[in-house]
């Protein structure tokens, strides 16, 4: 089993859709919580933290369950610009300087 | 431009041969890490740094693979008797070591070095 599991997808939505993202990880000692973004061919960014009081940063909205090593990413009023995959990512424990991936689930948001 | 830069953006060789990528953090980043991604997976771990510390190693890694970073700037990463199964696209990035002040755990990737070995 993977330590960090997503749903691959791929999500092929119309604009304006609201789609969600899951992750689950294993590691129940995780400390931090990610999701990164990856267009085709680019290196992965930064989208967001996710904390457990949840986060939102305009349209996309972030939650962690640390009872069901749960994180969902949740974007509204989808763009074309949204089209990518998006990476769950988990850091800390006992190798807190070491920061896992998901394999992504890729979006594709049509006109 | 002061992200983190790898060196070469492009690399093809023959199996067996080996081959070295390079990699310049962010300047004010005393961890750097590297991680190796094929098609269709998320960036695998390989290997970090903390200054010029190796603190952690992938157990995947082969005795094939070793990476360095001599002075606690840049890194390099040699991968000998080079095999197919070793074309990937190697990712380097940087991040301030946690208790920096601002430090939000990001880290910063390179536009990484792609291996094609035939």
């Known amino acids: 089993r993977k330590e960090v599991e997503q749903d691959p997808g791929p999500f092929n939505v119309p604009e304006g859709a609201t789609v969600a993202f899951n992750c689950t990880y294993s590691n129940s000692a995780s400390q931090s919580f990610f999701w990164y973004r990856q267009d085709c061919r680019k290196e992965p960014k930064l989208l967001m933290s996710?904390?457990?009081s949840g986060n939102e940063d305009g349209r996309f909205t972030a939650q962690l369950n640390r009872a069901s090593q749960y994180i969902s990413l949740l974007i509204r009023d989808s763009k074309l610009s949204d089209s990518a995959t998006y990476l769950c990512v988990v850091n800390g424990g006992t190798n807190a300087g070491k920061s896992t991936f998901g394999d992504g689930t890729t979006l594709t948001v049509k006109p | 431009d002061t992200g983190v830069s790898q060196n070469p953006r492009h690399k093809i060789t023959k199996r067996g041969q080996n081959v070295t990528f390079r990699c310049d953090p962010i300047s004010e980043h005393n961890r750097l890490y590297w991680y190796r991604q094929t098609l269709g997976q998320g960036p695998e771990f390989l290997t970090y740094f903390q200054n010029e510390a190796q603190l952690e190693k992938s157990r995947l890694l082969s005795d094939r693979f070793s990476a360095e970073r001599p002075k606690g700037s840049f890194s390099t990463l040699e991968i000998q008797r080079t095999e197919q199964g070793d074309s990937a696209m190697y990712l380097c990035a940087s991040s301030p070591s946690q208790g920096f002040k601002g430090q939000t755990g990001e880290l910063f990737f390179g536009e990484g070095s792609r291996l094609t070995v035939l």
């Open positions: 996710v904390y457990s």
